[in-house]
T-cell receptor, first 111, second 113 residues
Framework: KAGVTQTPRYLIKTRGQQVTLSCSPISGHRSVSWYQQTPGQGLQFLFE???????NKGNFPGRFSGRQFSNSRSEMNVSTLELGDSALYLC??????????FGPGTRLTVL | GQQLNQSPQSMFIQEGEDVSMNCTSS?????WLWYKQEPGEGPVLLIALYKAGELTSNGRLTAQFGITRKDSFLNISASIPSDVGIYFCAGLRGSSNTGKLIFGQGTTLQVKP
């Protein structure tokens, strides 16, 4: 089976802009979780979608949002970017939300 | 945010040596996962544990789900240079936290040939 794919792999934006990241899970997996990874905070959970519904949400501001489509592909949006949003954004695919398989990530740099 | 206590933070060992690392928490977990991450890549799943006391191997790697459900251990035997990377533990709590992995801070492993 093909693994988890994320696009784009690298992104440079300026403060105040918005960005949309995409994740295609492993075929047959219905759960997609998103994480932010930074050197200071490590890996932090953003939110999880299962069958197009958000089931869980982490402690991030409302500028961070996501959605999942009927084919299980997911997108994450960050509005009004801040410098502190620079991070590696990872999505993880799972059949049901427990054992998770990660994609390569999207490296976002905010200038 | 909430994190697991993972130790050691880093290790620098000689090729052929065995490695041990662990994760502890004050909370109970239902699932423990161990990942390895290399520069510029996402974490790769190494071992998944689902039951207290479970001991699971994957080649030279062995991991255990602590009997109290509050800790987990990973051992790497006979290390080789390609074992270099950052190892993370991750735990999943009850059904109300489905999909929400909590991560340790990572153990950076360096292997001297």
């Amino acid at each position: 089976k093909a693994g988890v794919t994320q696009t784009p792999r690298y992104l440079i934006k300026t403060r105040g802009q918005q960005v949309t990241l995409s994740c295609s899970p492993i075929s047959g997996h219905r759960s997609v979780s998103w994480y932010q990874q930074t050197p200071g905070q490590g890996l932090q959970f953003l939110f999880e979608y299962f069958s197009e519904t958000q089931r869980n949400k982490g402690n991030f501001p409302g500028r961070f949002s996501g959605r999942q489509f009927s084919n299980s592909r997911s997108e994450m949006n960050v509005s009004t970017l801040e410098l502190g949003d620079s991070a590696l954004y990872l999505c993880a695919s799972s059949p049901s939300g427990d054992t998770q398989y990660f994609g390569p990530g999207t490296r976002l740099t905010v200038l | 945010g909430q994190q697991l206590n993972q130790s050691p933070q880093s290790m620098f060992i000689q090729e052929g040596e065995d490695v041990s690392m662990n994760c502890t928490s004050s909370s109970i977990f239902n699932t423990w996962l161990w990942y390895k991450q290399e520069p510029g890549e996402g974490p790769v799943l190494l071992i998944a544990l689902y039951k207290a006391g479970e001991l699971t191997s994957n080649g030279r790697l062995t991991a255990q789900f602590g009997i109290t459900r509050k800790d987990s251990f990973l051992n790497i035997s006979a290390s080789i240079p390609s074992d270099v990377g950052i190892y993370f533990c991750a735990g999943l709590r009850g059904s109300s936290n489905t999909g929400k992995l909590i991560f340790g801070q990572g153990t950076t492993l360096q292997v001297k040939p």
